[in-house]
C-alpha cells in the first residue's frame, strides 16, 4: 500500500488512500485552491432546445476547480458513464457551440468567462480530425497559420513536432490524410494542438478508437510531451486504466443530469504504462473507480 499523497493547502484532512490515488471527501471548493485557477466552474448547467419538447438538461450544478501550476499544468482525468456530460464539459470550456453557451452558471478559464473558442485552449477530438485536402505538414501547421506565422518559421516548428509525435518527417510530412492509419491521423491531430502550445488542452477521448497496443505507446508518448508543453490537459476517457495512468487527478462523474461526485489525486505517470498498469496499487485505484462507476451505470 503507497503513502497518502501530501495534501494540498487548505483541503480536507478526511482523504482515504485506495493504492495510487488518494479520494478527497469531497469536490474541492475555490476557497481551497490557494493558486490561481485556470478553470472553475461554478453551477454550470447546460440544458438543451430549451423551450422545445425535446427539452434535455445534460450537466447540472457542475462545481470544481483546476489550480494553475505554473511550469508544470495538470493532467486531470474525466470519468463517468456514457451519456453523463463529459463532452458538454469539455467543449463548454472550449467555446463550442451548440454547448457553449452553458444555460446557468460561470465558466471561467483564468479567471475570466469564456467567450467563444480561443488559441489558449486547443482541442483533440476522437475521430482523427483532419482537413483531408492537406498534407501532413500543412495540417499540423494549419493552426500557426491561422496565426500569421511566416511560412518558414511555421513549417520548421511543423517538421519539429511530427518527429516529436514519433511520425517520420521525410517519409510521412507531404502524405494525405487518407494515407495514414488511424493512429498516425491521431498522431497528426495531437501535433496540430501541441503546436500552438495552448494553456490548455481538451481532448475528448483521443485514443478511444486506437488498438490496445498503439494507445499504450500513444499514452507514454502523451506522458512525455505534456511534460514539454506544461499546460494544463483535460482528458475524457472510458477506460479507467487511461485515466489512472494519464491523471494528476481524476473526476467521477453521476448519471445525466451530470454532475461532478468525486476527485482523486493520483501519483504521477513516472513508468512506461504496461510496466505500471501492472502493480497492485495501480489496479487498487482502478477497481475502486469501476466500482463506483458500475454503481452508477446500475442506478440510471
Ligand atoms: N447538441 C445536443 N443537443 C441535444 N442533446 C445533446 C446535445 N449534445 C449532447 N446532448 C445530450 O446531452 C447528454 C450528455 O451528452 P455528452 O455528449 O456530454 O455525454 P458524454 O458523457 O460525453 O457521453 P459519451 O461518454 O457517450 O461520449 C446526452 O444525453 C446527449 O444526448
Ligand atoms: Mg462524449
Known amino acids: 500500500m503507497s503513502q497518502p499523497l501530501p495534501a494540498s493547502p487548505g483541503t480536507a484532512s478526511h482523504e482515504h488512500v485506495v493504492g495510487m490515488g488518494t479520494v478527497l471527501d469531497h469536490v474541492r471548493t475555490p476557497r481551497e ?106 495540417n499540423v501547421t494549419f493552426g500557426l497559420e491561422c496565426l500569421h506565422m511566416p511560412r518558414k518559421q511555421r513549417d520548421e516548428l511543423g517538421r519539429e513536432w511530427i518527429q516529436k509525435m514519433g511520425l517520420n518527417v521525410e517519409n510521412d510530412a507531404q502524405k494525405y490524410p487518407h494515407e495514414l492509419s488511424g493512429g498516425m491521423r491521431q498522431r497528426v491531430a495531437i501535433a496540430r ?63 445525466s443530469p451530470g454532475t461532478i461526485t468525486e476527485e482523486l489525486k493520483i501519483e504521477p505517470a513516472n513508468r512506461p504504462a504496461h510496466e505500471m498498469q501492472r502493480q497492485p496499487e495501480f489496479l487498487e485505484a482502478v477497481y475502486y473507480i469501476r466500482d463506483k462507476i458500475t454503481k452508477l451505470e446500475s442506478n440510471p
Open 33 to 138: 485552491v490557494l493558486r490561481p485557477h485556470i478553470v472553475e466552474f461554478r453551477n454550470v448547467t447546460k440544458t438543451y432546445n430549451v423551450g422545445k419538447a425535446e427539452e434535455f438538461t445534460a450537466i447540472r450544478d457542475v462545481n470544481f476547480v483546476v489550480e494553475d501550476i505554473a511550469d508544470k499544468g495538470e493532467f486531470i482525468c474525466v470519468l463517468g458513464p456514457s451519456g453523463c456530460g463529459k463532452s458538454t464539459i469539455l467543449r463548454l470550456i472550449a467555446g463550442l457551440e451548440p454547448q457553449y453557451p452553458a444555460t446557468g452558471g460561470d465558466v471561467l478559464v483564468l479567471g475570466k468567462p469564456v467567450i467563444g473558442s480561443g488559441s489558449d485552449r486547443g482541442m483533440v477530438f476522437q475521430d482523427y480530425t483532419s482537413f483531408d485536402h492537406r498534407t501532413v505538414l500543412e
Open 193 to 255: 494542438t501541441l503546436a500552438l502550445k495552448p494553456r490548455i488542452i481538451l481532448m475528448d477521448e483521443p485514443f478511444g478508437a486506437l488498438d490496445p497496443l498503439t494507445r499504450l505507446n500513444m499514452q507514454d508518448l502523451l506522458v512525455k510531451l505534456w511534460k514539454e508543453v506544461q499546460a494544463t490537459v483535460f482528458f475524457i476517457t472510458h477506460s479507467i486504466e487511461e485515466a489512472v495512468f494519464l491523471g494528476d487527478r481524476v473526476y467521477l462523474m453521476s448519471n
